[in-house]
T-cell receptor
């Protein structure tokens, strides 16, 4: 079946512009996670949803970052007024389990490489 | 905090069994232990998950002692294509809830 997809795969934007990163999870999956991954490091948690409810956003770096999942399926991570330090690989993952279950069986998308110039 | 600790790197040879151990001394009662594999330029791939004792699938085995303070991922008869970074994942307390927390992982290199 279809896996997790993310778009765009690559995004180059100028400092100060807003960007929206999209994640299309596996159909029927309950939870959806956003991560940021630097080279040589493990994925760093940003936020997650159970269905349409944002359960935890403690990993979002500041208030320029926001995320939504309005219908409990597709999710968008938005970064406003981008800065060069926002350049990174952004990964999305979905899971058949609730994020409060303690079971972190997740399926990752290919990621979006964001470059802020 | 349920911080995980793994060896930074390991080397092996084709056909050997590889065991990667992860310590998670403060794992929460309801947390499972999940392992992922990641190749360069790809997202992490789910390998196996367990709560206690032993779990086996077509790819690997996961051994978890009774105290659950550590776990061991066992890869039987590795091949060159198993060269990757392996992460163990448990929850970590943040802002009053548990969130999945990846460490730096173990870089496994399989030699011919």
């Amino acid at each position: 079946g279809a896996g997790v997809s993310q778009s765009p795969r690559y995004k180059v934007t100028k400092r100060g512009q807003d960007v929206a990163l999209r994640c299309d999870p596996i159909s029927g999956h309950v939870s959806l996670y956003w991560y940021r991954q630097a080279l040589g490091q493990g994925p760093e948690f940003l936020t997650y949803f159970n269905y349409e409810a944002q359960q935890d956003k403690s990993g979002l770096p500041n208030d320029r970052f926001s995320a939504e999942r309005p219908e409990g399926s597709i999710s968008t991570l938005t970064i406003q007024r981008t800065e060069q330090r926002d350049s990174a690989m952004y990964r999305c993952a979905s899971s058949p389990h609730s994020g409060t279950s303690g079971a972190y069986e997740q399926y990752f998308g290919p990621g979006t490489r964001l470059t802020v110039t | 905090l349920a911080k995980t600790t793994q060896p930074i790197s390991m080397d092996s040879y084709e056909g050997q069994e590889v065991n990667i151990t992860c310590s998670h001394n403060n794992i929460a009662t309801n947390d499972y232990i999940t392992w992922y594999q990641q190749f360069p330029s790809q997202g992490p791939r789910f390998i196996i998950q367990g709560y206690k004792t032993k779990v086996t699938n077509e790819v690997a085995s996961l051994f978890i002692p009774a105290d659950r303070k550590s776990s061991t991922l066992s890869l039987p008869r590795v091949s060159l294509s198993d060269t990757a970074v392996y992460y163990c994942l448990v929850g970590d307390m943040s802002g009053g809830s548990y969130i999945p927390t990846f460490g730096r992982g173990t870089s496994l290199i399989v030699h011919p």
